[in-house]
Each structure stands twice: as C-alpha cells, then as structure tokens.
DNA sequence: AGTTGACAGATAATGTACGATCTGGAAAGT
DNA sequence: ACTTTCCAGATCGTACATTATCTGTCAACT
C-alpha cells in the first residue's frame, strides 16, 4: 500500500506538514526494512539506495550508520551494510527484555497516577473494546496510546526510549498478523486488569499483569512468524 | 598466573594504549566522550574532529550519526552535534534498567551453568579478592569477566549486547571515583553470594542477589557524581 | 578431463575535496 | 535601543579518488 499513514505517535518528530516526501532518509530505510520491503540480510548498497530514494550517497551513508547504531543494520568492513533479519529470535529477545523493563515502568506509574490518568486510560480502553479489531492499523494506535499514557511521564527516559523502540519493531511485525480470537479476549482482559491494579495502587499487582500481558503478546508474535516462515517451505 | 592481559573485555577493540593505532574513529570519539575530554553538550564540529583525529570530514560524520543512533550525541537540523550529557539522572537511568535486565540474565544461567562454570566464576572472584582495589582498572575488567561468564553464553544477544553498551558507559563514570570501603566489602560479599545461589541452582535467589548487587553498585557512582558536581559549585 | 590457483576487470565500500545552504551574531542604519 | 543587513562559519549534499572485495577466465597441475 502506498498509503504510508503517518504514525501519529512517534515523540518528537515534527513533519513537515504535507507532502514533504523527504521525511528523513532514515525514516523510510527504516519503515522499509521494518515492513519488509527490504528482507533480511539484503546487502545495502549505497549507490542503489541514492537511486531509490532520489538523494546521492552520503545522506545514505549516515543513515545506514545510525541504523546501525539503533541495530537495524550490520555492517563488515569494507563490506558495507545488510539488513539485520528480524527473525523469531529476534522479536523473542525484545519482548522479553520488554517483560523486565515494562513491569518496572509501570509499578513507578502507579504511585504518581492520578485519577485523571485512570480516566484516560479507561478512554481509551473503551474505544479500543468498541472498535473491536477491525481495523487493525487504529487498534494498534490505540494499544500503543494505553502504553504510552502509563510510560511516557516516567522519570527514566531511557527505559522510556528503549520501550518506543522495541514497540516500533514489534508493532510491524505484528502489523502482518491477524490477532486470534483467544488473544483479543486476553488483551482486554489484560488491560481491565491492568487499570484496576493502578486503581488499587497494587503495584506489583501492576507489575506482574503487565509482564503477563508483554509475555503473551510477544508469544503470539512469534508463533505467528513461525507459521508463517514453515508455510513458506 | 596466566598473567596474558588478554583483554578480556572488550570484543574486538584493540586499543593499544598509545599506539594511536586507528581502532576506528568511532571508537576514539566514543572513548573521549565517557571519559570526559569531550564534555556534556559540547559542539562536535567535524572539521575540527578530522583534524583532531586525523582524517576527513566523512568518516566523522558517520561515526557521529552512529553514536547519535546509540545515543550518546545528539543531533539538532542543520546544526549539528553535541555531546550528550552524562550525568546522575543518565546514570541512574541506565543502571535502574540493569537491574531488571541483568536478574533476567542470570536466572537463566543458573539453569545452565556446569561445575566448569562455577570454577570459572570463583578463580576470578578469588583474583578479585586477591588483588584488593588498589589497582582499579585491573579489576574493573575482572568485574567485567566476572558478570561476562554469567552473560555471554545467554540466548538473548539483544539482552546481551544492551548489557555490555550499558556497561561501558557505567565503567567509564566510575573510573573516575574510588571504591569506599563499604563498598568493597559489598562487591566481595554478593559475589560470593552470586556464586552460591548458582551452586545451589536457586535462580530466583541469585536474580534477586545480582538485582541487590546493581542498586548497590548504581548509587555508589550516583553517590559519588553528586558529590563531584556539589564540589565544584 | 577436471580441479585448483592466480590474475584481471568489475563492482562497491571507504576516504577526500568542494560547493550549496543554513544559522547566529556582529555591524550598520534608523 | 531596535531592526535590518551582511558575513563568517558550519552543516549538508554532490562529485570524485582510492582501496578493497568479488567474479570469471585461463593456465598449470594432478
């Protein structure tokens, strides 16, 4: 689809209003290995990369490197760039990193929640259970909007940080795949669970549904690709 | 003895003390950021960077847009680089997130560690202990091996790299400050500690251990900034 | 004949040089 | 004192040079 909506999300970037096709070099090669327009371990090269996205080569050559800095891509020397693959090992390591760093967040969340805060959430959460998961793009909106409520005030923005960026990589992959019925009843059994703990000021009643909650996700994430990789043989 | 400084801490970094041999542009940058010669908010202008280190403009601005994917610059359009700072809240960021992650590795290798890895892990602590703290970089890269046996055989290599980034930078702020008596003490005692909860196969025990040991270890150096920072006024 | 190894050309990464464009501030003008 | 103009300095983009790696051919050897 050449309909690249604009993630309503991400923090801080700006966007030049309309058009501006530019958006950044680095954020297309990301979104194009993210969504697999670029597969995994394809060599970049720079000169065809300068082709495709009507710039020369040194705007592409920093942007590959901090690609390679945030771990998207792999360089060898005098060997250039290949496109890290963001295989089932790969989604499984950051969920579970996830499990440890989200639990943490949000236990801190709940001591300075306000009753403002429950109400958003509870917003949210109830615009995510009318719209059921039809629209999938929307729903991933809205889940990241409930994380991002209890993540973004926290005081360690570099957990904070390392959250967005793990999210980003999931939300694509997962972006490819259809939720099971089973799983749409446990996120929003997960996510009432969730508010309610807040509520109780239960944080490590919090803490310990929210790593449920990244667990299973993250499960069935992974079992997902590993369908899809063994129906491709 | 096996007195072979065989530098077991950094991968593939060279560093030949003061050989000047290249060792990448990017590594030198990065070494002079955490050890202050380029201070918190600095401008990195390149051409001045190429003459410092001795190359062009290029190869510096893809060092630089490296370490911006890495976090350790920071980049305004049209306006360049500049250091990040790191201070007490980067800092405690980075070690509070250590303590979840680092809990998580460890449970793990409790699962898998053979009486080869338990001796492993006791000649080093007995180096440790024998060597005292007089000669802080020598045990620095002890401590280093010491939580590189728990580490480094671990599945989740996004984990692990996130641990050893992590640590590098915690290393080169505490290089700055000597180790209290307390202190010491604490390090010698949970890493015995470490070492038996493995032995004893009680991974939950040697999580909660190592999580102790990394508090500890994190407001020491936060304890010691501040006190650097209030000096100076 | 088939395999191996070396050489040459092609291809691409890495480094150097330069011009276009933007920013910030000093100097000139009101 | 407050704009406005202008310029020095730096970033960012383009073009080119150098160096390393890959590929295919051909000769030498088993």
């Known amino acids: 689809m050449t309909e ?19 958006a950044g070099i680095y954020q297309q090669i990301l979104q194009d290995i993210l969504e697999g327009r670029l597969t995994a371990n394809e060599r970049l090269k720079v000169r065809a990369l300068a082709e495709r996205y009507g710039t020369s080569t040194n705007p592409i050559r920093e942007a590959l490197q901090q690609l390679r800095g945030e771990g998207f891509v792999l360089f060898t020397a005098n060997r250039g760039a290949r496109v ?12 579970e990193v ?10 801190w969340f709940v001591g300075i929640a306000t009753n403002d805060d429950i109400r958003r959430l509870e917003l949210v959460q109830d615009e ?30 570099h957990a904070a940080d390392l959250w967005w960026r793990h999210r980003e990589i999931l939300r694509a992959i997962a972006r490819r795949f259809p939720y099971s019925m089973v799983r749409r009843k446990e996120i929003i059994s997960e996510h009432r669970q969730i508010i309610e703990k807040i509520r109780l000021q239960d944080a490590a009643g919090a803490a310990e549904v929210v790593r449920m909650h990244i667990m299973g996700s993250g499960r069935h994430i992974v079992e997902h690709m590993r369908s899809a990789r063994i129906r491709k043989l």
Not at 141 to 156: K, R, S
């Open 128 to 157: 995510i259970e009318a719209l059921g998961f039809d629209d999938p793009l929307r729903h991933s909106e809205l889940d990241t909007q409930f994380h991002q409520i209890i993540y973004d005030g926290h005081y360690n923005r």
């Open 4 to 22: 690249v909506v604009e993630d309503p999300i991400s923090p801080e970037q700006d966007l030049g209003s309309d058009g501006a096709v530019d």
């Open 84 to 95: 890290r693959p963001i295989d089932e090992d790969f989604a499984r390591d950051i969920y």
């Open 98 to 107: 996830e499990a440890q760093i989200e639990p943490y967040l949000t236990s």
